[in-house]
């Protein structure tokens, strides 16, 4: 069974440049999370996903950052503009939804770097 | 705020020792404390995780140690070897499918 599967894996881009990320979770997997790692952090969540329902977002920048599950099935993940502060590992994860199986399955994560 | 506290940021261990990594939480709410393995350059992969029903889970070298009154869970990892060397994250949830709450992380080195 494949994985959670990111795009691209890294990115470099100026500041004030748009930038997306794409993911696709695990086939089935109702439940789609976007985090944000900062360089020796744990992640932590911008956006969560229950099919295409955007259920909890309250930590994403919406001033610049956008997301969109339309199908209820792969995400992107748009920051415009991008600034310096940017720069993380922006990772994906899905989980099955169902009651009491809490597991969040993560992808390889995109090392975004702004300059 | 951070959710969970995690300690030691690093930690050292000889091949053939026990690492030990502490997390605390202050939200009762919890019900669901995960550890995740995180290699370079790879995502958070789960290790192994607990609910606050049990006071201790094992699975092979690998054991969570739960405090519920004292609000802290452990991970110890006996006869660590090499291929343990990652950062190992713990993490707390509320009800299923909700956010975790990561801690900063445990850089782990087994010296061969």
């Known amino acids: 069974e494949a994985g959670v599967v990111q795009s691209p894996r890294y990115k470099i881009i100026e500041k004030k440049q748009p930038v997306a990320f794409w993911c696709n979770p695990i086939s089935g997997h109702n439940t789609l999370y976007w985090y944000l790692q900062n360089l020796g952090q744990g992640p932590e969540l911008l956006i969560r996903?229950?099919?295409?329902?955007?259920?909890?977002d309250s930590q994403l920048p919406k001033d610049r950052f956008s997301a969109e599950r339309l199908k209820g099935v792969d995400s992107t993940l748009k920051i415009q503009p991008a600034e310096l502060g940017d720069s993380a590992v922006y990772l994906c994860?899905?989980?099955?939804?169902?009651?009491?199986?809490?597991?969040?399955?993560f992808g390889p994560g995109t090392r975004l770097t702004v300059l | 705020q951070q959710q969970v506290k995690q300690s030691p940021q690093s930690l050292i261990v000889q091949k053939g020792g026990i690492s030990i990594i502490n997390c605390a939480y202050e939200n009762t709410a919890f019900d669901y404390f995960p550890w995740y393995q995180q290699f370079p350059g790879k995502g958070p992969a789960l290790l192994i995780a607990i609910r606050p029903d049990v006071s201790e889970k094992k699975e092979g070298r690998f054991t969570i140690s739960f405090n519920k009154s004292a609000k802290q869970f452990s991970l110890h990892i006996m006869d660590s070897q090499p291929g343990d060397s990652a950062t190992y994250f713990c993490a707390a949830s509320k009800n299923t499918g909700n956010q975790f709450y990561f801690g900063t992380g445990t850089s782990l080195t087994v010296i061969p």
């Open positions: 996903y229950e099919n295409e329902e955007a259920v909890d």
């Open positions: 994860a899905s989980s099955s939804g169902l009651a009491g199986v809490d597991t969040q399955y």
